[in-house]
């Protein structure tokens, strides 16, 4: 998951940015989460509210909202500034919030009689993509550089939006 490549980075871009250890509490661990998930709600509750009108394609949304989430995740690997940073780190939350709204829609549609079952496994995977997330990124850092896990993350995101383009249909 896109979401936790912050954390295990911290103190290596704050080393970058010349922050002390407030400002690398502040800027990159406060004021970076509450950039990614001040969006989150509205979003979520924006596509959950409006996938079932008939006239919206969601897989049309999905690869809108995984190419918003692919790019912003790749941009933070360049972003020179910390104006940056926040604003990418800012459409990445929106780009992960209306791919996992619409994602569910999609899903309880096609399992219609299984939806606890969907649910469950949805949020195990969001639960493993974050653990998993953290521990890539801390592993690359530990070998690279603290922007290196946005670029790898990025990958599987972009290949997500070629299999939606080619794969899935509404």
């Not at 829609?105 to 299984?114: A, H, N, T, W």
């Not at 521990?135 to 299999?163: D, K, M, N, Q, T």
Request: net charge negative; proline share 3%; hydrophobic share 50%.
């Amino acid at each position: 998951s896109i979401q936790n490549l912050f954390p295990p980075n911290l103190s290596a871009a704050a080393h970058e940015f010349g922050y002390n250890e407030f400002e690398k509490d502040q800027k990159l661990g406060a004021n970076l989460a509450f950039a990614y998930f001040i969006v989150r709600i509205p979003v979520s509750m924006m596509c959950g509210c409006t996938m079932d009108f008939d006239f919206i394609n969601r897989v049309r949304v999905l690869q809108v909202a995984v190419f918003i989430a692919a790019v912003s995740c790749l941009s933070t690997y360049s972003a020179a500034s910390y104006k940056q940073l926040l604003a990418c780190r800012f459409f990445t939350g929106l780009g992960v919030s209306a791919a996992t709204s619409v994602t569910f829609s999609i899903l309880f549609d096609i399992f219609e009689r299984q939806r606890e079952i969907v649910n469950t496994a949805e949020l195990l995977s969001i639960t493993a993509g974050i653990a998993f997330g953290n521990l890539i990124a801390g592993a690359i850092e530990y070998h690279g550089h603290w922007r290196s896990p946005f670029w790898v993350a990025s990958i599987p995101a972009f290949l997500c939006l070629l299999a939606l383009q080619f794969l899935v249909h509404d």
